[in-house]
């Protein structure tokens, strides 16, 4: 049986971080929402060969355990003592370690893939239990909805939909290791945002109050190494955008705008220092 799923780009409307466990890890207090931009996942299982295969179009991916989508297929198979093999084909368009949580996304359409195909009938926050094991973003990719996330990922409360926003996302070609940036936080020094406002303005679905709320914590750990992130920032806060700020560790940069005719504005000003730019709607 073959299963495609899409498996959206997540953009972090503000991120923030109390404090650190025990294990070393970041308790996140984090809003996220889903763009319209997509890699497709397709899920196909079969007897022979009882392995699991990855292919991807892109170069830069590892195609064996490594591979987030590999890890999913991994867990879900010996956690149900499935002997299928399971080949599974990524057709790549979220930007690689760029902070959109595109491995997440894909682990995630893995596993609401293959719950479908086994009949599994695990109900989303089941799925969202299980994704954790992979990473911290993969609970929330089961769902995709504008939500409140704390924990280490797994405590996820959907909030109302928002209303019809776009964005404007912009990859310069800079890499940013998200575990590197994760080491450097030094909790006495952050600037703690106000996501108790911003949830009570989003919850009264008043977008444009919500977005004086919005914003990174870890913008300055990243922007101290590449300053020109927060020169794309500016730049799209003085062509108009509503907000713009850095997605997960970066180094991607998104703006929120209320009309089309804005972000398409961004767009076009921004495309001649960084040509990976899109335009799409929030899921
Ligand atoms: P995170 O912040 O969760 O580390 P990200 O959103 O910045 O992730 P991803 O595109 O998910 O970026 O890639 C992060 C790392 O995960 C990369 O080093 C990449 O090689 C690895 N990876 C494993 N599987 C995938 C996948 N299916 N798609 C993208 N990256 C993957």
Known sequence: ????????????LSLDTPMRYFDGSPQWDMVMVSADLADYVTVETHRRPATIKVYTNSSFLPNDQRNLAYQAAHILRSRFHCKDGVTIRIKKQIP?????????SDAAAVLRALNNIWRLGLSLSELAKIALTIDSDVPYCIYNKLAHITGHG???????PQPHYWAVIAKQK?????PQILRQINYEKLHHLNNEALLVKLKEEDWQAATKYMGNVLE????NVYPEIGRLKNKMKELGADVAQMSGTGPTVFAICHTESRARRIQNS?????RDVHVVTLL
């Open 220 to 223: 300055p750990l990243t922007m």
């Open 1 to 12: 049986m073959i299963v495609t799923e899409k498996a959206p780009a997540k953009l972090n």
């Open 154 to 160: 797994e405590k996820i409360e959907l909030l109302p």
């Open 270 to 274: 921004i495309r001649g220092f960084c």
């Open 174 to 178: 800079i890499s940013v290791s998200t």
């Open 96 to 104: 690689v370690a760029a902070g959109l949580g595109g491995g997440s």
